[in-house]
């Protein structure tokens, strides 16, 4: 058990991110999903510590002229420097060397259990820059992740587990939406890392500035 704990944390600080097994879907004829399973090892050590290192918040969104208190806590890093586990810094320069986009900033969801959740929404990087890559690691139970075209249509069902990034490509922030359900059987803690690109926001074309 020592020994497993030991090689948990080494994996947390010297970072171990591979791209091997990545697997891309095309959504349509501009918009693609990638997903990479095990992409971060010691990934459930990781949540633990950000579980209670992350100032989270409960936020509120305003919807169809009302204002509505978020199922689930958000926690924010413009900087990535300032980030609290340096393998945060580590996983940016990963992302930012394999997909030619500088990853800067974080935003993370913890989901405490089965019963919060997110509604279908576009990112707000959708409102700066039509074609977007954007990472999302997951960290700890392994919750339905769902996908469906803007306009309408039928939803697609993605399940990643702990250490599995889910990366959105082309216009999938444009044309798509996306959001992730309750779950009826309680279920365990949850935190979705969003890597977030300052370049991108700003409304320059993906890639590295």
């Known amino acids: 058990m020592q020994q497993d704990l030991f090689e948990a944390a080494e994996s947390l600080t010297t970072g171990n991110f591979d791209f091997r097994s990545a697997k891309r879907q ?3 004829a501009h918009s693609w999903i990638e997903v990479v399973p095990g992409w971060m090892s010691g990934s ?10 992350v100032a989270w918040e409960q936020r509120d969104r305003r919807m169809f002229e009302q ?12 900087d990535v420097r300032e980030a609290p586990e340096k393998v945060l810094v580590d996983a940016c320069q990963a992302l930012s060397k394999h997909y030619g986009v500088r990853y800067d900033g974080l935003w993370m969801n913890f989901y405490r259990d089965g019963q919060d959740s997110t509604s279908w929404h576009r990112d707000t990087i959708s ?4 074609e977007t890559i954007v990472p999302v690691l ?10 469906k075209p803007r306009a309408g249509g039928k939803s697609i069902v993605f399940r990643p587990a702990s250490g599995d990034l889910i990366v959105m490509g ?30 991108q926001t700003s409304g320059k074309p993906s890639g590295m500035r």
């Not at 204002?67 to 413009?78: K, Q």
């Not at 997951?138 to 996908?147: S, Y």
């Open 26 to 28: 095309a959504l349509d």
């Open 67 to 78: 204002v509505f208190r978020e199922p689930r806590l958000t926690g924010e890093y413009r």
């Open 170 to 199: 082309g216009r999938a922030q444009t044309d798509w939406v996306h959001s992730v359900p309750k779950e009826s059987d309680g279920g365990e803690r949850r935190i979705s890392i969003n890597f977030q690109s300052s370049a």
């Open 138 to 147: 997951t960290l700890g139970a392994t919750r339905r992740f769902l996908i």
């Open 44 to 53: 459930r050590t990781l949540l633990d510590r950000l579980v209670t290192s």
């Open 127 to 130: 409102r700066h820059c039509s």
